[in-house]
């Protein structure tokens, strides 16, 4: 009976240490790695803003035909986009991809 134990023992090891490998592996095949250079995020309090153009930060930035959203991921216009807004531009590869919009700020 003691070898029994042992093998029943070596035996779920083995099944312990396979199904720890095949997480590993789905979790790094599901999320394939991004170069951290290629994503950036910038977040200001809106100056102004010119039909698609938003000022912040000193800088204008072209909102047009970027997705613009709310926390809760409702999709808005830039039109919503107004003065004192907090938001967040999202920056792939050198280019605004999407845009994060706050409600106003309150000092």
Do not use: Q
């Not at 779920?12 to 950036?40: I, M």
């Not at 999709?75 to 994060?100: A, C, M, N, Q, T």
């Amino acid at each position: 009976m003691d070898n029994g134990k042992r093998r029943n023992a070596r035996m779920l090891r083995g099944l312990k240490v396979s199904a720890l490998a095949f997480l590993a592996v789905c979790f790094l095949v599901s999320a394939p790695p991004v170069a951290a250079g290629n994503l950036k995020v910038v977040k200001g309090i809106v100056g102004s803003v010119e039909g698609t153009f938003i000022y912040m930060n000193g800088k204008s930035v072209d909102l047009k035909g970027i997705p613009v959203r709310n926390p809760s991921g409702k999709e808005l216009s830039v039109e919503d986009i107004v003065p004192g807004k907090k938001v967040e531009l999202f920056y792939r590869r050198g280019r605004v991809s999407s845009v994060l919009v706050y409600g106003p700020m309150v000092e």
